[in-house]
């Protein structure tokens, strides 16, 4: 099983390898197209900049490229938001996988944002969700969100506003948590998306 990170400057690949490394796989970090290509399993994940990361993957081709991958390809947390179409985040156009917008939160009296920390999320039975129970606590961190749409798989509340938790769409699957520090349950779904048929 060859498992590829993408390589796109943004944070948290190390937390992604370790947490593979802990159920046992190994994966490499990248950005060769002929590498990504070759992959059996591609995990984009990302802490940072919306506009910074669109960037790195526009020098790089990666912008036109990602979207042609047919492996299962998980995007989390920044790597989910830049999978969509656009990002109010300094205005960037971002990948187009998903056809939607991702929105600021606008902090209510009391909520501060980021949205930081454990949260329940409700999700549909699909093979990313293997064996978990409803409702299930994963971890978030994130000033910005993707609304629901018809690509929404799992939901959360925040700031008044219940958004997609997860989304997917053909091969592509998004979680704007991080199952990489989400315990037992997150670990779960990483197996989940490297082991079964998605």
């Not at 990248?30 to 994940?45: M, Q, Y």
């Not at 492996?71 to 656009?86: A, D, R, T």
């Not at 929404?152 to 997917?168: C, D, G, N, P």
Request: with cysteine; hydrophobic share 40%; proline share 5%.
């Amino acid at each position: 099983m060859k498992i590829a990170i993408v390589k796109y400057n943004a944070g948290n690949t190390r937390s992604v390898l370790c947490a593979l490394k802990r159920l046992g796989y190994e994966a490499m970090v990248t950005d060769d197209h002929d590498e990504l290509k070759d992959a059996d399993r591609v995990i984009f994940p990302g802490v940072g900049e919306a506009s910074t990361a669109m960037a790195y993957l526009q020098e790089r081709g990666l912008d036109t490229f990602l979207p042609t991958l047919r492996q299962p390809f998980l995007g989390i947390c920044l790597g989910m938001q830049l999978m969509s179409s656009f990002s109010e985040e300094h205005d960037t156009k971002c990948l187009g996988i998903f056809d939607e917008v991702v929105k600021k939160f606008v902090p209510l009296q009391g909520e501060k944002i980021p949205h930081m920390g454990w949260n329940t999320l409700s999700f549909e039975q699909v093979p990313l969700f293997k064996g978990l129970s409803d409702p299930l606590w994963c971890y978030f961190v994130h000033s910005y969100y993707l609304p629901l749409s018809a690509n929404t798989i799992a939901t959360t509340e925040y700031a008044s506003v219940r958004f997609s938790a997860s989304l997917h769409k053909d091969n592509f699957w998004g979680c704007q948590f991080h199952p990489e520090k989400s315990g037992p349950s997150g670990a779960l779904m990483l197996k989940n998306f490297i082991e079964e048929a998605l």
